[in-house]
């Protein structure tokens, strides 16, 4: 339903019929359709930190394996949305709803920090809040990144992702070089 209406469109009335239950089920766990829409934001958050701790599970031990495991979390991440109808959705009402928007930067907030954690060995003259701001700002800006290369053909949007990682791993390779 969120899918096919997006989020000013969805009707919990649409979305119990679909399911098979009745109103009265849907508004037991979700009073309003806000509260729905947070919910299903909480399972896509939930996902995309699976998939980011998956791909970097060991963490890396120099700066090349840190780009590759950039690299393969942002496309992995692009892969994702492009992939998945749902998974769209979801991004475009996170990018609509203030409410979302900060619980999205909360969580990659949190990320930031263990991604840090995993990796400041690489930084050994960089404070770790220096880092972990980076590292924040580098996911953040992640998301018009992926956004406007949704839109682009499979070639164009692995061109245009690979030179939006170069940019932002600059900000990481040229610590290293103070």
Known sequence: ELIDQGMVGL???????????SLGAIYRYFPT??????????????????????????????MNSFSTLFREVLKSYCDLVAAD??????FT????????????REINLQQAEQLVTMSEHLFPDVPHQNLTERM???????????????????????????????????????????
């Not at 009707?11 to 399911?19: E, F, N």
């Not at 109808?85 to 979801?90: C, K, V």
């Not at 996170?94 to 979302?100: I, K, N, Q, Y």
């Open 11 to 21: 009707r919990l009335q649409d979305v119990a019929t679909r399911s098979g239950v």
């Open 33 to 62: 359709k806000q509260a729905l829409i947070h919910h299903i934001a909480d399972e896509y958050f939930d996902e995309i930190d699976k998939m980011i701790f998956r791909v970097v599970s060991d963490g890396p031990n120099d």
């Open 85 to 90: 109808s749902g998974a769209r959705a979801m």
């Open 93 to 104: 009402c996170v990018s609509a709803d203030p409410a979302l928007s900060r619980r999205e």
């Open 136 to 178: 924040f700002l580098a996911m953040i800006m992640t998301n018009p990144l992926v956004e406007h290369a949704l839109d682009l053909s499979k070639p164009e949007r692995e061109h245009f992702l690979s030179l939006g990682t170069d940019l932002l791993l600059a900000q990481f390779h040229n610590m290293n070089t103070r």
